[in-house]
């Protein structure tokens, strides 16, 4: 690990200031559940770490005219623990299913996602494409937690936001602040996610000098609202597939539905046939598995994941039964 | 036919047919198998879960290594041991300090085991099950040695025959009769304690080789994402005589730990396209949590016949067959047989979706 300096903002503006007062190489310090051993494995090597853990105004969750605003720092836990969040069920399963307690205490919303991929060429060097002399090392090598979706560009890996994908089927928006002190932009989370095409982009469309502060969601009045990750261990673990859903109903019929994926694309994945084809049916256990089908229908797994495309259309499905209170049965 | 009758008819293919029997009836019983037994893949759910019964059993040597050791019994009556064992968290302390509480009849807690430094006498590895019966051996020959030494000065003191003296209960007794404590017994030995030198490994019947076991499974399978949870797995091992119930068990328990971890998701993970370990990190290397190794049940098999083949290493067998009762009720559950492990959910759907086409 390579010497850093390290600032500890008490306000936003200070924080800007920090992250944008010269040529320094940043990284943003949030719960620090992934910063850490990204630092310790030098794939990240910032001249300065800025913490923002102290800066009480991205800290906890606040009514809004129209829905929640939840600050970027607020850890599962305090989520958790929230009153405003108890309606939003999908946001609940997920910290649920983060299973470990440590990650829950610490880890923070904004640093989900923000998190970089876990793609295992990635974490061992070979940048965020897993590239080396040119070729896909993805393609040629292992490949079994990469994508099945979107996987057609350079960017094969999955993107590791366990919120993402809930947060798309709730619509919600980013409040993103920087690289200037006075600048702001609220940014639907729907546009946030970006597949790279070199080795020198991010997953995101934040540049040098700006972080995401808040997360706003909008109201779930009338909306069944559900997430289903399947999970090879009971204990800490990642996806190996993921769906979020929310669903309005007008009886047992389809009135509208938002379904996303996670896990299954470099970005966040919206499953926007799936939708279509709910609307205006009844949601049933039929439906719901065609759903599924529909949602891998134009997969393209690479050599080892064929696997994952049953996995997606099965968390597919489950998403579905699960927030209409239909879901039976599944490990 | 029931897997249960297929290992039956089998048996007479290994080295100890009745012990394996008597083992899978107590095993069978622990796990309920006549009642949950259902054919390969005739699962009566029509869902996505389907649910099996495995079994297998497992055979290992476990022979006695060659140690040597040093007992000092003090004139206050406490007693030493000196070796360059070690303690891999198996309970080699565990087991020599019994060994020799119980040569002399006196607490646990009045022997002080020396292990772990090259300063001791000379000790075998870890390794091969071979640690318990290495080091209980020369313990328990050094014991009755300097035992006997002590008998010779009580014989002579209390004038009472030699050989009918033995020690229990922190004393000397001669045909029934307390003849003295033992704290007196050891006061004859002077100002010097008395010192024996324990060697091994010897064929004189303290210590053998060969053991089994039978393991049993209950699992479920959900078939559209290839994942599996154990309900219940069951143990009956035999390991000949046992020094300390407890620490035996806790072996059982830590292998079953152990063989679910490597039957499920345990794997080093070599890529063809760098050459390198890509898995070295407990985010890909995956370990099993509380969650999910089930409920598990032990029992340990001693009837006379075993206690008298005396001590025999426990350390690697019980890890052996649970790769394949698992795997054995994973097709059970399923009736596609899965034929490499750890039994990934990659690997669960592959074989399903082999089996289709």
Known sequence: MNSFEYASPTTETEALGFLNDSSTRTALLAGGTDLVSLLKSDVVSPQRVVDLKNIDSLSGVEKTDDGISIGALTTLEDMQMHPLVKDYTSLLDIIDETRSIQLQSTGTLGGDLCHLPNCWYYRNGYGILGMENGTSLVEEGDNRYHAILGNQGPAKFVNASRFAPALMSYDAQLRILGPDKNREEIVPISSFYISPKTNRQGNTILKPGQFVSHVLIPNTRGIHSASYEMMQMEGLDWPLGAAAVCLELNGHVVRNVRMTMGHVAPIPWVAEETSRFLVGRDLDESSAERAGEIAVANATPLSMNDYKVQIAKTVVKRALLKSASLLEEGL | ?357
Not at chain 2, 223 to 237: D, L, S, Y
């Open chain 2, 1 to 357: 036919m029931d897997s249960y009758e297929v290992f039956l008819k089998n048996l007479h293919r290994t080295g100890k047919p009745d012990v394996y029997e008597a083992e899978m009836k107590i095993a069978s019983e622990m796990i309920d198998w006549k009642q949950k037994w259902h054919l390969h893949g005739k699962n009566a759910g029509k869902g996505a879960l389907k649910r099996g019964l495995g079994m297998a059993i497992h055979q290992w040597g476990g022979r006695a290594h060659s140690a040597t050791c040093t007992v000092k019994v003090h004139p206050d009556g406490t007693v030493e041991s000196f070796g360059g064992s070690q303690d891999l968290g198996t309970g080699t302390r565990t087991v020599i300090a019994i060994t020799l509480a119980d040569t002399f009849g006196i607490p646990l807690n009045h022997v002080k085991v020396h292990i772990g430094s090259n300063k001791y006498p000379r000790s075998g590895p870890s390794g091969g099950s071979t640690t318990v019966g290495g080091v209980s051996g020369p313990n328990r020959r050094a014991g009755l040695e300097a035992l006997w030494k002590i008998f010779d000065k009580v014989a002579a003191k209390y004038k009472v025959p030699g050989d009918s003296l033995i020690a229990k209960s922190s004393a000397v007794w001669s045909k029934g009769k307390k003849v003295c404590s033992w704290k007196d017994a050891c006061s004859l030995l002077g100002a010097m304690p008395l010192e024996v030198q324990g060697t091994g490994a010897k064929r004189d019947g303290l210590t053998s080789s060969g053991v089994g076991g039978v393991q049993m499974a209950d699992v479920s399978v959900d078939t559209e994402t290839g994942k599996i949870k154990i309900h219940e797995m069951v143990c009956v091992q035999d390991c000949g005589m046992i020094i300390d119930l407890k620490t035996a068990e806790s072996q059982v328990y830590g292998a079953l730990v152990m063989g679910i971890s490597y039957s499920l998701s345990e794997e080093r993970i070599m890529d063809n396209a760098t050459g390198r370990y890509i898995n070295a990190d407990l985010k890909n290397y995956k370990l099993p949590r509380i969650g999910d190794i089930g409920e598990l049940k032990v029992q340990m098999y001693q009837p006379d016949s075993e206690y008298q083949r005396g001590v025999i290493g426990l350390g690697e067998p019980p890890v052996i067959s649970t790769g394949a009762a698992i795997s054995n009720a994973v097709a059970n559950a399923i009736g596609v047989r899965v034929s490499v492990i750890p039994l990934t959910p990659r690997r669960v759907l592959d074989a399903l979706k082999g089996a289709e086409s």
